[in-house]
């Protein structure tokens, strides 16, 4: 089977040709900009996807379905699009029949969280388990679930937004909290800490995180200082997932393949700390396996998913 991959994320919106093996044959990408409004960024990703779609058919490799990875809050079954805090203006879009209508292909839409978790279960750092964590830790921070061998949506498809949990009564703000695991752990809120932390040095407009991870890893102390602070609360919420999920692995996507060991030791040495020691011991926390391809990979598994009754393929 061949899928029409579309990851629609705050920063840049990929399309992708892949297969129902997770192997990615072609890939085009451009930002979102998302300050532009939903109807111009859909005419620009349509425009693309019709692009990939003739390419692959000269490659005799027509996708048969289109398959979504996009940030929540979602209506999954009705794959409609509620308000995601990094696509401001995308309020109740149907976009699943939006792009049944547009290119003629049925479609699957899933929150980048589950999304993420199903292509690391399927292809990566999770393979073979059956109680898997994933947490996307981009430009935004959210989570998908694997209990029990199955994907877990929850009463209302808001499974998993563990994002929106405050850690802080103060702090950066991010996903409409000041102090959220979002504004402490995301791309956005690492920013905005490095701001908060140190306002004389590091203001929004002149900050991103690959400057704050080099200056770090050349003894900037006020940089390290900042991810020590992101390890922590990452590690906060880790043991609170431990304690609470009992999970086998927790895979961290994004952020954490970039920055490895700067967020990933302190964060492990709070969860040895915190989380109920036999639960700790049994849970390995890794950078995804997939790498930076995984949310090529994952904006297949919709679909992917879908075509195999939710087991791994």
């Known amino acids: 089977m061949h899928v029409l991959g579309l990851d629609i994320g705050g ?3 990929a399309v992708i040709v892949g297969d129902d093996r997770g192997r990615v044959h072609n890939r085009l990408a451009f930002p979102t900009k998302p300050q532009r409004g939903f109807e111009s960024t859909f005419d620009e990703l349509c425009e693309q996807a019709g692009k990939a779609i003739q390419t692959a058919k000269v490659q005799n490799r027509p ?9 929540g809050p979602l209506d999954v079954e009705q794959g409609i699009i509620l308000s995601p805090p990094n696509l401001p203006g995308w309020d109740a879009i149907p976009l699943k029949a939006l792009l049944e ?3 003629a292909l049925p479609c699957h839409i899933e929150h980048d969280g589950n999304a993420g978790a199903l292509a690391e279960w399927f292809f990566g750092a999770a393979r073979g388990a059956r109680h898997v964590i994933f947490l996307t830790m981009g430009t935004g921070f959210g989570g998908g679930l694997i209990l029990n061998g199955r994907l877990y949506r929850g009463a209302c498809d808001m499974a998993g937004e563990v994002g929106h949990v405050r850690f802080a009564h103060e702090g950066p703000v991010a996903y409409g909290k000041a102090g959220s695991w979002e504004a402490f752990c995301s791309g956005t ?4 800490l490095a701001a908060h932390l140190f306002p004389g040095r590091w203001g929004e407009d002149r900050c991103t995180v690959p400057l704050l991870a080099d200056a770090a890893r050349n003894g900037d102390e ?3 200082a900042v991810f020590a602070t992101v390890g922590v609360y990452l590690g906060q919420g880790l ?3 431990v304690d609470t999920l009992n999970p086998e692995v927790i895979v961290i996507g994004s952020l954490a393949v ?3 060991d700067l967020v990933l030791a302190p964060a492990r040495e709070v969860v040895n700390k915190e989380a109920l020691p036999r639960a700790a011991e049994r849970c390995r926390i890794v950078p995804a396996a997939l790498g930076e391809q995984i949310g090529d990979v994952a904006s297949l598994c919709a679909a992917i998913a879908s075509h195999n009754g939710g087991d791994p393929p």
């Not at 996708?63 to 940030?71: A, H, K, M, N, R």
């Not at 809120?189 to 905005?192: D, E, L, S």
Request: hydrophobic share 45%; net charge positive.
């Open 11 to 13: 920063t840049k919106t």
């Open 63 to 71: 996708p048969e379905v289109i398959s979504v990875s996009i940030g």
């Open 101 to 103: 209508q547009r290119l």
């Open 189 to 192: 809120g690492i920013v905005r």
């Open 222 to 224: 006020d940089a390290r």
């Open 239 to 241: 043991a609170m997932l």
């Open 258 to 260: 970039r920055l490895g």
